[in-house]
């Protein structure tokens, strides 16, 4: 990985890990066979160092992984525009690592996760949602070899 161009605005690895843990939603980013990067918007669950996001059964993002593994992720918390300084407030997490489809109970636990950070008000509504579409979703994670973020604020 680069070194950081602007030093003075990097935060701390504890903070890039506490907003990846709270943001609401991040741009995963794949490449395809043909070379043509891919960003997509999803929801996710950030647990034990790994990301994790639930999917189709088919589509680009899919066909990328399959091809390359290799991907970065991007969350964007609290944001200001400054229009009087032409500038931005802001703070962002960048991690990247290599995706992988999760099978079996830690697929069951990565869908409760996401229930449990998006619908936490209908756990049993969700288990019961997560059991009846069984097999109309995949999930994946991305296991963190790098994170770096940045901040003005």
């Known amino acids: 990985m680069k070194s950081m161009r602007r030093k003075d605005r990097e ?6 890990v506490a907003l990846l843990d709270s943001a609401e ?4 980013s794949t490449v395809g066979k043909d070379h043509q990067p891919y960003g997509v918007p999803l929801n996710y669950v950030y647990k034990n160092n790994c990301i994790y996001f639930h999917c189709a059964l088919s589509g680009q993002k899919l066909d990328n992984l399959e091809d390359n ?17 032409f500038a931005t407030e802001y703070e962002s997490t960048v991690a990247s690592g ?3 489809e999760v099978k079996d109970e830690q697929r069951y636990t990565a869908l409760r996760w996401l229930v449990e950070k998006y619908s936490p008000a209908f ?3 969700g288990n019961h949602y997560i059991e009846q579409k069984e097999q109309a979703a995949k999930v994946f994670m991305i296991k963190i070899t790098h994170i770096s973020g940045k901040a003005r604020r």
Do not use: N
């Not at 935060?11 to 890039?16: L, R, T, V």
């Not at 992720?73 to 009087?84: A, K, Q």
């Open 69 to 85: 593994p290799k991907v970065s992720f991007c969350v964007v918390g609290t944001t200001r525009i400054l229009p009087d300084q």
């Open 25 to 28: 939603y991040g741009v995963l």
């Open 123 to 125: 756990i049993e509504e």
């Open 11 to 16: 935060i701390s690895k504890q903070e890039a």
């Open 98 to 100: 290599i995706a992988s």
